[in-house]
């Protein structure tokens, strides 16, 4: 089975959702980039609630395409495996979303399952060691760098609080972006480099 489209899903899934957050912004109809969160999007009665959805199902389906291409992609390339796992905090967590929308009780209890992308990026930069990996790590540490970010948000400022906290969300979701299109890229290359060297 060929890996590489299945890792080219790491690329796919940010545009999808990115795109997704500008429709839906349009189409929910009184919303703020700024100060709205993503859940707003979904949120239980607005116009956007049903688009957002699905939106959010297809990145959930998308990701675990591309988890089953990075495990594969472990196992060609002979690289340890538990990094990959933080990638299952991703589908928990939009799968839920998608779910249980906000304005329901439940929405924010998958929250804390996030954490597991800040783990495994954390762990892509101290496992996956090798010259050909250098790149990789260093951009883990960049797009983790950019996840922490959103603890901004702990800072006790009312006006912080309250105008920027779509923003101030929105590095969380850069972070793994950039994480995801970094590993569809450097995998791919990596598993390019190696069909060729099996050639010669």
Same mark, same amino acid.
């Given at each position: 089975m060929?890996?590489?489209?299945?890792?080219?899903?790491?690329? #796919?899934?940010?545009?999808? !959702?990115?795109?997704?957050?500008?429709?839906c912004?349009f189409?929910h109809?009184?919303?703020?980039? #700024?100060?709205?969160?993503?859940?707003?999007?979904?949120? #239980?009665?607005t116009?956007?609630?049903?688009?957002?959805?699905?939106?959010?199902?297809l990145?959930?389906?998308?990701?675990? +395409?591309?988890?089953?291409?990075?495990?594969?992609?472990?196992?060609?390339?002979?690289?340890?495996?538990?990094?990959?796992?933080?990638?299952?905090?991703?589908?928990?967590?939009?799968?839920?979303?998608?779910? !249980?929308?906000?304005? /329901?009780?439940?929405?924010?209890?998958?929250? @804390?399952?996030?954490?597991?992308?800040?783990?495994? $990026?954390?762990?892509?930069? #101290?496992?996956?060691r090798?010259?050909?990996f250098?790149?990789?790590?260093?951009?883990?540490?960049?797009?983790?760098?950019?996840?922490?970010?959103?603890?901004?948000?702990?800072?006790?400022? @009312?006006?912080?609080q /309250? /105008?920027?906290?779509?923003?101030?969300?929105? +590095?969380?979701? $850069?972070?793994?972006?950039?994480? !995801?299109?970094s590993?569809?890229? /450097? +995998?791919?290359?990596?598993?390019?480099?190696?069909?060729?060297?099996q050639?010669k």
């Amino acid at each position: 089975m060929d890996t590489k489209p299945l890792l080219y899903t790491g690329i #796919i899934i940010p545009i999808v !959702f990115w795109l997704a957050t500008i429709i839906c912004g349009f189409v929910h109809g009184n919303y703020s980039h #700024i100060s709205g969160t993503i859940s707003d999007l979904g949120a #239980i009665g607005t116009r956007s609630e049903t688009l957002m959805e699905t939106f959010t199902l297809l990145c959930t389906v998308l990701s675990v +395409f591309f988890m089953a291409g990075l495990f594969i992609a472990c196992s060609q390339l002979k690289l340890n495996i538990l990094p990959v796992f933080g990638i299952i905090g991703f589908p928990i967590m939009f799968g839920w979303a998608a779910i !249980f929308h906000s304005g /329901n009780p439940l929405h924010s209890a998958s929250g @804390p399952v996030f954490l597991l992308i800040y783990i495994g $990026a954390l762990l892509a930069a #101290i496992l996956w060691r090798g010259k050909e990996f250098k790149q990789l790590r260093l951009q883990s540490l960049l797009s983790l760098g950019v996840m922490l970010l959103i603890f901004i948000r702990f800072i006790p400022s @009312p006006s912080l609080q /309250n /105008n920027y906290t779509g923003l101030i969300q929105r +590095f969380a979701h $850069a972070g793994w972006s950039v994480w !995801f299109i970094s590993l569809s890229i /450097n +995998f791919n290359k990596m598993l390019s480099l190696k069909e060729q060297h099996q050639l010669k």
